[in-house]
């Protein structure tokens, strides 16, 4: 087995969360505003690459851990709404540690 790196690794688990992360929220987003308007107008519009504020995401994020998708009666959409939880519950560590990584490899070089 091929020895790996540290940032190798980082490389091969983060690159994959980071590059699907634009597909879930843009279909996410797609079935908001297709299957459910009003839901969607209430979040204020979300876009996967808008100049949405802090506001519209914050009550996308009360909105996904919240059981208001389970109310919305849309099976495909709770299925989603459970990926995008386990997605930010994981890729959220994973993210400040590569963070904290850079940070400490520009310091102390």
């Known amino acids: 087995m ?5 940032e190798t ?8 969360l980071i ?9 996410y987003y797609h079935r908001l505003r297709t299957r ?8 204020g519009s979300p876009g ?8 519209i995401q914050w009550r996308l994020m009360r909105f996904l851990f919240s059981s208001r998708p389970r109310q919305l009666n849309d099976e495909p959409l709770l299925n989603v709404a459970w990926l995008m939880r386990v997605w930010i519950v994981i890729a959220t560590p994973i ?13 102390f070089r």
């Not at 091929?2 to 540290?6: A, G, K, S, V």
């Open 36 to 43: 459910h308007p009003a839901t969607y107008e209430e979040l």
């Open 2 to 6: 091929p020895n790996l790196d540290n």
């Open 19 to 27: 590059a699907t992360w634009p597909g879930i929220q843009g279909w």
């Open 9 to 16: 690794l980082y490389g091969l688990v983060t690159l994959p």
């Open 48 to 55: 996967v690459f808008s100049n949405a504020g802090m506001r």
């Open 95 to 107: 993210i400040i540690g590569i963070l904290a990584w850079v940070w400490k490899v520009i310091l």
